[in-house]
């Protein structure tokens, strides 16, 4: 060992970033803002999970089923009927060219000459140092930020059948004629309606009793309308029991309402979540705690060892994208500030967006979280279909959901179901962020006809209850 230890080259740093994805970059902008000596160590490739196979290719390839699916409701419009015929490869090859984009401007970023980068793997020896190809690096503090990959889920039959997960289907470039889509959640139903949109028969396989189990259940009925609308098979209460191969296919066998069923499709995508990736870090000899595959932080992002971070997917908190952002920029901060009261992460404002179509957007507490916590709320929607400029648009699927605080009408959370949602939800973030009532809502001019006035019919709603 001591010969071995001999050959190794040492190096020392203030903080070392293991990942260079989202929440690693900006831990590593806002230590060396801080005057920190950073070091990046990231095996590869360069870019993070957002930018090569997660946020930025997924609305890549979704804005052409966008296009695909306007188009082909062309006559709704007075216009002439277009036949669309998808090319699958081509829209590959459009999201590849933005994605080499994204990912060279981050790569950029990445071996600006204020920090130093390590194009290696990182692999803890103590709680001090790791080592990094032939290097062996310490610091005196470090921030993991691994990301995630897709979970191997235990299904029998599964992988001699043979399946896409959310990362490799990205790349496909032959159209299924149809797809079998396990799990009933953001990335399930944004490639399945994908697929369904160009042409492929998709069936969506949920567990849970509603799709997007995880939120209110009228998110997920509305969502689910929708789908089947445009001809996606869902199926809710399913659980998924094997996988058999036979010549026509692939045959999915579930247990719904104490029978069994099957269902038959030519290809199958496992989106059943995504898994911390921390294999390899050996984390035991740094002696930080992993409890059920995440790494345990507190809410300073601190792990067991209290100069060791862990942002982003790597534990598991809200694998979310400008939430790991921010995870990054405080743990940085905290690990460079040790002398002031460490910065915590405020949960008040959580939002997740999904992209399907129509789109979903959730932030703040629901209706659920509300019940579970014993919080008083009032609450109030309404519908897209009753709206004047989704009826122009033709996009009246959905609705607007407000809840606020029974005694001052602070807005606590939303819910909206509908066209451009994701846009939409950040006029209630403002008022959120400000702590925001009703009233204000309902006093902030909004232009007619547009989609974002739809807010004010929930919030005069609030405000009668509220007797304001």
Same mark, same amino acid.
């Given at each position: 060992?001591?010969?071995?230890?001999?050959?190794?080259?040492?190096?020392?740093?203030?903080?070392?970033?293991?990942?260079?994805?989202?929440? *690693?970059?900006?831990?590593?902008?806002?230590?060396?803002?801080?005057?920190?000596?950073?070091?990046?160590? =990231?095996?590869?490739?360069?870019?993070?999970?957002?930018?090569?196979?997660?946020?930025?290719?997924?609305?890549?390839?979704?804005?052409?089923?966008?296009?695909?699916? @306007?188009?082909?409701?062309?006559?709704?419009?007075?216009?002439?009927?277009?036949?669309?015929?998808?090319? @699958?490869?081509?829209?590959?090859?459009?999201? =590849?060219?933005?994605?080499? &984009?994204?990912?060279?401007?981050? +790569?950029?970023?990445?071996? =600006?000459?204020?920090?130093?980068?390590?194009?290696?793997?990182?692999?803890?020896?103590?709680?001090?140092?790791?080592?990094?190809?032939?290097?062996?690096?310490?610091?005196?503090?470090?921030?993991?930020?691994?990301?995630?990959?897709?979970?191997?889920?235990?299904?029998?039959?599964?992988?001699?059948?043979?399946?896409?997960?959310?990362?490799?289907?990205?790349?496909?470039?032959?159209?299924?004629?149809?797809?079998?889509?396990?799990?009933?959640?953001?990335?399930?139903?944004?490639?399945?309606?994908?697929?369904?949109? !160009?042409?492929?028969?998709?069936?969506?396989?949920?567990?849970?009793?509603?799709?997007?189990?995880?939120?209110?259940?009228?998110?997920?009925?509305?969502?689910?309308?929708?789908?089947?609308?445009?001809?996606?098979?869902?199926?809710?209460?399913?659980?998924?029991?094997? #996988?058999?191969?036979?010549?026509?296919?692939?045959?999915?066998?579930?247990?719904?309402?104490?029978? $069994?069923?099957?269902?038959?499709?030519?290809?199958? @995508?496992?989106? !059943?979540? %995504?898994?911390?990736?921390?294999?390899?870090?050996?984390?035991?000899?740094?002696?930080?705690?992993?409890?059920?595959?995440?790494?345990?932080?507190?809410?300073?992002?601190?792990?067991?060892?209290?100069?060791?971070?862990?942002?982003?997917?790597?534990?598991?908190?809200?694998?979310?994208?400008?939430?790991?952002?921010?995870?990054? $920029?405080?743990?940085?901060?905290?690990?460079?500030?040790? =002398?002031?009261?460490?910065?915590?992460?405020?949960?008040?404002?959580?939002?997740?967006?999904?992209?399907?179509?129509?789109?979903?957007?959730?932030?703040?507490?629901?209706?659920?979280?509300?019940?579970?916590?014993?919080?008083?709320?009032?609450?109030?929607?309404?519908?897209?279909?009753?709206?004047?400029?989704? !009826?122009?648009?033709?996009?009246?699927?959905?609705?607007?959901?407000?809840?606020?605080?029974?005694?001052? *009408?602070?807005?606590?959370?939303?819910? +909206? #179901?509908?066209?451009?949602?994701?846009?939409?939800?950040?006029? !209630?973030?403002?008022?959120?962020?400000?702590?925001?009532?009703?009233?204000?809502?309902? %006093?902030?001019?909004?232009?007619?006809?547009?989609?974002? &006035?739809?807010?004010?019919?929930?919030?005069?709603?609030?405000?009668?209850?509220?007797?304001?």
């Amino acid at each position: 060992m001591e010969s071995e230890n001999q050959s190794l080259t040492h190096a020392t740093h203030d903080v070392i970033v293991i990942g260079g994805g989202s929440a *690693g970059y900006a831990a590593a902008r806002t230590a060396r803002e801080a005057g920190a000596d950073v070091a990046i160590v =990231d095996q590869g490739p360069l870019g993070g999970l957002c930018i090569l196979r997660g946020c930025m290719p997924t609305k890549a390839i979704l804005r052409s089923a966008e296009v695909a699916a @306007l188009l082909g409701r062309a006559k709704e419009f007075g216009l002439s009927p277009v036949s669309v015929q998808a090319d @699958l490869s081509a829209v590959v090859d459009r999201k =590849d060219r933005l994605v080499r &984009e994204f990912a060279d401007y981050r +790569i950029q970023q990445l071996r =600006d000459p204020g920090f130093t980068l390590y194009h290696a793997r990182a692999v803890f020896r103590s709680p001090r140092e790791v080592a990094v190809g032939d290097r062996v690096l310490s610091a005196g503090s470090f921030i993991v930020a691994t990301g995630s990959r897709p979970s191997e889920v235990s299904i029998p039959g599964l992988a001699q059948a043979g399946y896409w997960t959310s990362d490799t289907i990205l790349d496909l470039r032959t159209q299924p004629d149809s797809l079998i889509v396990l799990g009933g959640g953001a990335v399930a139903l944004e490639l399945g309606q994908f697929f369904a949109r !160009l042409g492929t028969k998709v069936t969506i396989l949920q567990r849970g009793r509603t799709l997007l189990s995880g939120m209110d259940e009228e998110v997920g009925r509305a969502l689910e309308a929708a789908l089947v609308e445009e001809g996606i098979e869902v199926v809710t209460g399913a659980q998924l029991l094997r #996988v058999s191969s036979e010549a026509r296919g692939k045959r999915v066998w579930v247990m719904k309402e104490g029978e $069994e069923r099957s269902y038959l499709g030519g290809d199958i @995508l496992q989106a !059943l979540g %995504r898994r911390p990736n921390i294999e390899g870090l050996r984390l035991d000899l740094a002696e930080v705690t992993v409890d059920g595959g995440r790494i345990v932080v507190d809410e300073a992002m601190r792990t067991s060892q209290a100069h060791i971070y862990a942002v982003g997917d790597v534990n598991d908190l809200t694998p979310i994208v400008h939430l790991a952002i921010q995870q990054g $920029e405080m743990a940085a901060y905290n690990a460079t500030h040790v =002398d002031q009261p460490a910065k915590r992460l405020d949960h008040r404002l959580d939002l997740e967006v999904i992209f399907t179509d129509p789109q979903v957007a959730v932030l703040g507490l629901s209706e659920a979280a509300c019940r579970t916590g014993g919080i008083p709320y009032l609450t109030a929607s309404y519908s897209f279909a009753d709206h004047g400029k989704a !009826l122009c648009l033709r996009a009246t699927q959905g609705f607007v959901k407000l809840l606020a605080a029974p005694l001052t *009408g602070e807005i606590l959370g939303a819910q +909206i #179901v509908g066209p451009e949602a994701g846009e939409l939800i950040h006029e !209630l973030i403002a008022v959120m962020y400000y702590h925001g009532t009703a009233v204000d809502l309902l %006093r902030m001019p909004h232009y007619h006809p547009t989609l974002a &006035e739809i807010v004010t019919y929930p919030a005069e709603s609030l405000v009668e209850q509220l007797g304001a």
